[in-house]
């Protein structure tokens, strides 16, 4: 069974850090290009960052450029989200997602982690 | 950046009617790659039909999606009381990725 558990959110304060993870399980997580996805509560999906199946191609939305850095291991099965100068905007739920073999669609999703940056 | 519109805003419908979603994108969504995923609350999405018209696995048939260009549509032919949740639609045509805004689908 395909399963994505992420963790590492939690209450920090503005200008502060915080690393997010997904730990993969049930696939072969090297041969999948992840994202992150985040979610103000009780609002809209908003995509975050992409990372290809290597690492050697990534993406990120303008509003967490510089900021954000999206990683992978894939010996641990694992993605990583490393925040920096957090803002409080930047406050979500914070969804890792698998990216289809067969298209840029989502097949499968975490459950989420919240971070609260106040 | 391609916008994603969804309407209406709120449907309010009782079990056993159909609904029908609206996704409209403020340009064309070459190769018909649109997604629609349903989310009940304190849940992670969950996809339901993929370029915009193919059923994920595990998807009952009475979700069906339909539309090219810049108008597509989710319809649900006969709601059930779990079908009560946000449906939003995203593109993967062109980066970044978007997401419509959502509709929110509840009892009547």
């Known amino acids: 069974e395909v399963q994505l558990v992420e963790s590492g959110g939690g209450l920090v304060q503005p200008g502060g850090s915080l690393r997010l993870s997904c730990a993969a399980s049930?696939?072969?997580?090297?041969?999948?290009?992840m994202h992150w996805v985040r979610q103000v509560p009780g609002k809209g999906l908003v995509w975050v960052s992409r990372i290809n199946s290597d690492g050697s191609t990534i993406l990120y939305a303008d509003s967490v450029k510089g900021r954000f850095t999206i990683s992978r291991d894939n010996a641990k099965n694992t993605l990583y989200l490393q925040m920096n100068s957090l803002r409080a905007e930047d406050t979500a739920v914070y969804y890792c997602?698998?990216?289809?073999?067969?298209?840029?669609?989502?097949?499968?999703w975490g459950q989420g982690t919240l971070v609260t940056v106040s | 950046e391609i916008v994603l519109t969804q309407s209406p805003g709120t449907l309010s419908l009782s079990p056993g009617e159909r609904a029908t979603l609206s996704c409209r994108a403020s340009?064309?969504?070459?190769?018909?790659?649109l997604a629609w995923y349903q989310q009940k609350p304190g849940q992670a999405p969950r996809l339901l039909i993929y370029d915009a018209s193919s059923r994920a696995t595990g998807i009952p048939d009475r979700f069906s999606g339909s539309g090219s260009g810049t108008d597509f549509t989710l319809t649900i032919s006969r709601l059930e009381p779990e079908d009560f949740a946000v449906y939003y639609c995203?593109?993967?045509?062109?980066?970044?990725?978007?997401f419509g805004q959502g509709t929110k689908v509840e009892i009547k």
């Open positions: 049930g696939f072969t997580s090297s041969g999948y290009w």
């Open positions: 340009q064309s969504i070459s190769r018909n790659c």
């Open positions: 997602a698998r990216r289809a073999l067969a298209g840029g669609y989502y097949d499968y």
């Open positions: 995203q593109q993967y045509a062109g980066t970044p990725w978007t």
